[in-house]
């Protein structure tokens, strides 16, 4: 059972474009939402990340939109740039009973063209 | 402080070779985890551990063995390789109290 889902797998926009991912959860326990960076040869580095009392969190020009009732969040790269190319995850945490665990999802590889 | 710390970058085995995966972290994290990451299916969480001397199995624990005798080290064992563990391992360190998770910089192991 996947318990985030993660689209699209891979998404290619031009310089300055508005990349959106989504994630949806299935866990009603989930309270924490981040985002994860992954660069080539890298391991993943946190991004932003979000918890259910707000519907909307900005760092610099990364956004974290967050629908409760439809229980979605979506990432949002205003003015993208090549150097923003990588793979991005989204996770979801239970706070209560399953506290030390991160569930992923899939990952969305995304390129921004010169 | 280093972070999390992985050995060795990359490792080529030949299949029913063991071998051990180290990790170690200097920020006196409580939680560890092992993490392998395939093409398409994301970051599967393998093991993980609580403190020292607690490990439990994550999503997808057949084949690995962990221990944890410190809080700074968890290492992973793998006791008769398989190519269907041809993967990259990632190594996950977190504060009890704190909410970011810090990733190693990855082990690639192939498995002939």
């Known amino acids: 059972q996947q318990q985030v889902k993660q689209s699209p797998q891979s998404l290619i926009v031009q310089k300055g474009g508005i990349p959106i991912i989504n994630c949806a959860y299935e866990?009603?326990?989930?309270?924490?939402f981040p985002w994860y960076q992954q660069f080539p040869g890298k391991g993943p580095a946190l991004l932003i990340a979000?918890?259910?009392?707000?519907s909307e969190k900005k760092e610099g020009r990364f956004t974290i939109s967050f629908n409760k009732s439809a229980k979605q969040f979506s990432l949002h790269i205003m003015d993208s740039q090549p150097g923003d190319s990588a793979t991005y995850f989204c996770?979801?945490?239970?706070?209560?009973?399953?506290?030390?665990?991160?569930?992923f999802g899939k990952g969305t590889l995304l390129t921004v063209n010169p | 402080n280093a972070g999390v710390t992985q050995t060795p970058k990359f490792q080529v085995l030949k299949t029913g070779q063991s071998m051990t995966l180290q990790c170690a972290q200097d920020?006196?994290?409580?939680?560890m985890s092992w993490y392998r990451q395939d093409p398409g299916m994301g970051l599967r969480l393998i093991h993980y551990?609580?403190?020292?001397?607690?490990?439990d199995q994550g999503e997808v624990p057949n084949g690995y063995n962990v221990s944890r005798s410190t809080t700074e080290d968890f290492p992973l064992r793998l006791l008769s390789a398989a190519p269907s563990q041809t993967s990259v391992y990632f190594c996950?360190?977190?504060?009890?109290?704190?909410?970011?998770?810090?990733f190693g910089p990855g082990t690639r192991l192939t498995v002939l």
């Open positions: 996950a360190s977190r504060g009890a109290n704190g909410n970011e998770q810090f």
């Open positions: 866990n009603t326990a989930f309270d924490y």
């Open positions: 979000i918890r259910p009392d707000v």
């Open positions: 996770a979801a945490r239970d706070s209560g009973g399953s506290n030390y665990k991160l569930t």
């Open positions: 920020m006196n994290h409580e939680y």
């Open positions: 551990s609580v403190g020292a001397g607690i490990t």
